[in-house]
């Protein structure tokens, strides 16, 4: 019992034994916190802060709204588009399937007439537009050279063999452009007042005579603006957008097909003179700015009116 009884007893009995107990415990813990802090104190710093080069503050005080993005420089030359870039972005709409009278690309038959009238005809027809084709397939934007590079990759996969254009030297195309604009100094004020009848003109597009002050105002008809506005929605329409709207195309609604114009008839006027004058691409097709056409604003507006007034 005796035996037992001693193993069970703590090893700390007397007051002196628990004071070192004590100590010993401190030490420990103030040795470790020392070592701990010459540990961290010896290792170099690795942060942000540690960086003083130029690249560094350069990276560290870089705006955040530049991560991700490549800012462009809007007097760099522009990049022209390959071949088949274009044919993908533009002219696919209708040569991919040979709709609205486009030749197929890959269709030898269909375009064995046209390849015969020679490349300088092609690309003429492809920037200036023909019939149904619009001005550079209905995108402004396109340089004459990316227009004709995509129709060499057409007429080059439908059986000619057409070779690649050249963008022309910036020199010869700087010359080109002063010799264009320079104009003998008798006829600047010819040129200054030409443009004094088209003005008058629009000023007054409506109205079929000019009115004096001095006459009755009530005269005048009021129905002869939309008349006049219905007149010119007419023109666009049957020079440029019947190429698709005709027939219902390229996920274009058909002219007077009260179903297909329902849904964007909803949608208010405001919106469909904006797809209609800046383009717009939906699921099923794709409408280029005003409808390949360089016509003004108002006659596309017009033109929208004369479509959904026929599918009312």
Request: aromatic share 4%; charged share 15%; proline share 7%.
């Amino acid at each position: 019992m005796s035996d037992a009884h001693n193993q069970q007893q703590s090893l700390i009995q007397t007051p002196k034994q628990l004071i070192a107990a004590v100590a010993g415990f401190f030490l420990v813990i103030v040795i470790g916190i020392i070592l701990l802090v010459i540990f961290v104190t010896n290792k170099p710093l690795q942060g942000a802060g540690a960086q003083t080069s130029e690249e560094a503050v350069a990276v560290r005080v870089r705006p955040v709204a530049e991560e991700g993005f490549v800012l462009k420089d809007i007097n760099a030359p522009k990049v022209l588009q390959a071949g088949n870039a274009v044919f993908t972005a533009v002219c696919a709409a209708c040569h991919g399937a040979g709709i609205a009278g486009a030749p197929k690309v890959g269709d030898n038959g269909a375009w064995g007439a046209r390849l015969a009238q020679g490349y300088d005809t092609l690309v003429q027809h492809a920037v200036q537009g023909i019939r149904a084709m619009p001005a550079k397939g209905g995108n402004p934007d396109l340089d004459d050279v990316e227009v004709a590079r995509a129709v060499v990759y057409m007429a080059n996969q439908s059986g000619a063999k057409f070779k690649e254009p050249e963008v022309p030297a910036a020199g010869a195309a700087a010359a080109g452009t002063t010799e264009a604009g320079a104009a003998p100094a008798g006829a600047a004020p010819a040129q200054a007042a030409a443009p004094s009848a088209p003005a008058l003109a629009a000023a007054t597009p409506t109205s079929p005579t000019v009115t004096p002050p001095a006459t009755n105002v009530a005269a005048t008809t009021p129905a002869a603006v939309p008349a006049a506005g219905a007149a010119t929605g007419k023109a666009l329409y049957s020079s440029a957008c019947i190429a698709c709207h005709g027939a219902g195309i390229a996920g274009a609604p058909k002219f007077g097909d009260k179903g297909a114009w329902a849904a964007r008839i909803a949608q208010g006027s405001n919106v469909l003179y904006e797809h209609a004058i800046k383009g717009f691409q939906g699921k099923n097709g794709v409408m280029p700015p005003k409808g390949g056409s360089s016509a003004p604003d108002g006659d596309v507006r017009a033109a929208v009116d004369y479509m959904v007034a026929a599918a009312k």
